[in-house]
C-alpha cells in the first residue's frame, strides 16, 4: 500500500522511548497556530511510499532500533488509517515496536466503521502519545480551528481499552500558559487509568521560517517563547493535581 508521506527521520530520540525511525505522514486536518510543520497540512503535497519500502529501510539498521522502534507523527497519522494500520502490521511482524504520535482528532466513537478500523489500528499499536491541545472547547477552536471532543473522547477510549499513553502539551504564554487550564488538563489525566507520563512542550518559534517561506501568516508572531522557569511552574501546577508517582511528568 502507499501513502503520502512529508519526510523520514532516521534517528529520532523525542518521540517516544529509545532510538526511533520516525514517519512524518502528510495530512492535517486542524490548523494549530504553533504547529511547527505546516508543510504537512496538505497531503497532496506529500510524496508517495510503500510500506514495505518504510520497513526495509528500518530492518536495514534493526539493531539500531532494538530500544526503540518505528513512530508514525505528522501531519496526522490517522488521517491515512489503512496505510498507517498495514505500516504497523508490518513493523509487528518484524518485531518492530510501534508508537503513534497523534492529536486523535479522527477519532469518531459513532461511525461503526471507522471504530472496526481503530480498533485494528490499535491492536498493532504499543504506545500512543496523545497530544491534548487546549482543555476548553471554545479556546480549543480557536487555537486549533476544530473541537477538542474526539480527543477527549479517544483518551477516554485508550483507557478503556488500557493502551499506555503519553500525554503531550504544549504550554504557550497567553494561551495555555494559564492555571486553571494547567489544572483542567491534570484533572482529566486523574480519569485516565493508562497515562504513563505528561511531557509539558514549552512553545517555541522555530517553524515560524516555514510560515514565511510559504506565505503564511503566522499569528503567534508576538508571543514569546515560554521561559524555563515557566516550564517548571507548569509542571508544579500539574503535580498539584497528581499525586507522586501516579504520572511521571516532564
Known sequence: MKGKIHSVESFGTVDGPGVRYVVFFQGCPMRCRYCHNPDTWEISNGKEMETGDIINNILRNKEFYASGGITATGGEPMVQMDFLTELFV????????????????MFNDNDMAQMDKTNRLMQVTDL???????????????????????????????????????????????????????????????????????????????GRVKYDNMGIEYSLKDTPQLTKEEKENANNIIKSILEDGEVNIV
Open 90 to 105: 508490518k513493523a509487528k511482524e518484524n518485531g518492530i515496536s510501534t508508537c503513534l504520535d497523534t492529536s486523535g482528532v
Open 128 to 206: 500512543v502519545m496523545l497530544d491534548i491541545k487546549h482543555m476548553d472547547e471554545e479556546e480549543h477552536i480557536k487555537l486549533t480551528g476544530q473541537s477538542g471532543h474526539n480527543i477527549r473522547s479517544f483518551a477516554k477510549y485508550l483507557s478503556k481499552i488500557g493502551k499506555p499513553v503519553w500525554i503531550r502539551h504544549v504550554v504557550v504564554p497567553g494561551i495555555t500558559y494559564d492555571k486553571k487550564e494547567l489544572e483542567n488538563l491534570a484533572r482529566f489525566v486523574k480519569t485516565l487509568s493508562n497515562v504513563e507520563k505528561v511531557e509539558v512542550l514549552p512553545y517555541h518559534s522555530m
